[in-house]
């Protein structure tokens, strides 16, 4: 964690405080974003999953999909992309908005990162964001850089690098 704080990233905030919060702390402009867990346990995983049924769809997963995709020394969950988007109005709140409303069951068009709604405890993952002026690139190189250093993308990265 501290790496990442070294890289300019702020927040490192509980989901659950998040989402108390509102947000109020996250910042409107365009960046990236990262979902931590301690590394104080083994993962457990649910059978059925906390996220929004997004047009109709259960986002659970067999458990088996979530032991195979799970890194046992990383703390590194999940990065994330928010861009202002063509209207202007995206960014870090708005799309860390999307994706905590989608892991508290509503039907969010937020399936990236879904895998997190599947572990006992995601209240209690962190969450840190910096604003970037390329979120795109700057989430490729962080997920180039997991891949290098795990051989694998985090956890709930179902896709590598994106153009």
Do not use: C
């Amino acid at each position: 964690m501290a790496g990442l704080e070294k890289q300019g990233f702020v927040g490192l905030r509980s989901v659950q405080d998040l989402r108390a919060s509102e947000l109020a702390e996250v910042a409107s402009a365009p960046g990236v974003y990262a979902i931590l867990r301690r590394l104080n346990s083994a993962p457990a995983f649910l059978t059925r999953s906390a996220g929004g049924w997004f047009k109709g769809k259960d986002p659970t997963v067999p458990v088996e999909v979530l032991k195979a995709r799970w890194i046992a020394d990383a703390e590194f969950l999940y990065a994330g992309k928010a861009t202002a988007g063509s209207s202007g109005r995206g960014g870090l709140r708005r799309r860390l908005g999307q994706l905590l409303d989608y892991g508290s069951g509503k039907p969010i068009g937020h399936q990236g990162g879904r895998y997190l709604w599947q572990v006992r405890g995601a209240d209690e993952f962190l969450v840190a964001w910096r604003a970037v002026e390329d979120p795109t690139a700057e989430e490729n190189r962080i997920l180039s850089d997991f891949f290098a250093a795990y051989g694998a993308y985090p956890f709930a990265n179902i896709a590598g690098p994106r153009a």
